[in-house]
């Protein structure tokens, strides 16, 4: 996606489509699709929820109110309760013309509202409008789109005041410096997105995607909110696959020896090894948490412990206030 002379290419975005009525949802995609956008359809409330949890996740969702299972708002509210998906831009379809169900739709999370019956190019315009805000709320991360650095700071002070069981995974790489070093930040970019792919897909897997909180501090910096409960076996996962993925990014010679040679800060020559992942895991289980920079530094100091091992690595802060 593409922002030239103020001018954003929102075309390839895919529209999650929610409507209950076969012969308009089929109208309404064909509208979508000439206009050059990927549409995923759910003909009912428990249908989209099942989608937007899914593998593919949707850069926008437009959402009938009246639908028999579960309406619309409902929906609508049950997305927001999901972290990861809490920034996905919503827009209602809906007959109602009353202030009220306006309000309504409003309270429950949506971005907009299109009343029936509507015209096209009135409904690609919003859509547009919404897809560019939403690209422009991102840019703190463009790479790899999950929540920066304000989104984490507000997801830990809401956790830390609220007191219950809370962990904190804090992951990045290991030997990514010298890696961008050899081969390019446009290949370190790809590493990048491996990592976070890992991070999301283990927190669906082994965590909980509809609480748990993912964020992207930047470079390779990466932050999961989640529960002590979880937090070792998502750590587990993401070493898996992290470990699983990154030799594909080096060539066949350093693939083969294990290691590529690089140098130090002195220009001495060195075999430095593949990249790896540390995770310095941070709990309320053994002292309060307060706030944000104390997770930090305790983050730290646990991460200075498991660097120096061999490899990919996680490990919890066990030390008594």
């Known amino acids: 996606m593409n922002d030239t002379e103020g001018h954003i290419d929102l075309g390839g975005q895919t529209i999650l489509l929610v409507d209950d009525d076969n012969l308009l949802r089929g109208v309404i995609a064909k509208v979508l699709r000439n ?115 304000r989104a984490i700071e507000m997801a830990l002070r809401q956790r830390i005041a609220f007191g219950e069981p809370l962990a904190i995974c804090y992951i990045d790489l290991d030997n990514f410096k010298a890696f961008n070093d050899q081969y390019g930040f446009m290949v370190g970019d790809e590493v990048l997105l491996a990592l976070a792919n890992c991070v999301v897909s283990s927190v669906r ?50 693939q083969r020896q294990g290691y590529m040679i690089g140098h130090d800060r002195r220009g001495n020559v060195m075999a430095i090894p593949v990249i790896s992942v540390s995770i310095a895991i941070v709990t309320n289980l053994h002292r309060p948490l307060v706030h944000p920079g104390q997770v930090a530094q305790i983050a730290a100091e646990v991460k200075n412990r498991i660097k120096i091992l061999p490899g990919s690595n996680f490990g919890f802060d066990r030390r008594q206030p």
């Open 35 to 149: 206009g050059g956008y990927k549409v995923i359809e759910a003909q009912n409330g428990h249908e989209a929820l099942e989608l937007v949890l899914g593998e593919e996740q949707p850069d926008i969702i437009l959402l009938d109110v009246m639908m028999p299972d579960m309406s619309g708002y409902e929906v609508c509210q049950q997305i927001r309760r999901t972290p990861l998906m809490s920034n996905i831009p919503i827009i209602l379809l809906t007959a109602l013309n009353e202030t009220g169900d306006k309000i309504r739709g409003i309270m429950a999370g949506a971005d907009d509202y299109v009343t029936k019956p509507f015209n096209a190019q009135e409904l690609l315009a919003r859509l547009k409008m919404h897809l560019r805000r939403a690209w422009r709320d991102v840019q703190a991360n463009p790479l790899t789109s999950l929540p920066g650095n």
């Open 205 to 254: 897997s082994e965590g909980d995607i509809t609480t748990d909180f993912i964020g992207h501090e930047g470079g390779d910096d990466f932050v999961v909110l989640t529960v002590p409960a979880r937090a070792a076996k998502i750590s587990q996962e993401i070493i898996r696959c992290f470990d699983e993925a990154a030799p594909q990014f080096y060539d066949e010679e350093d």
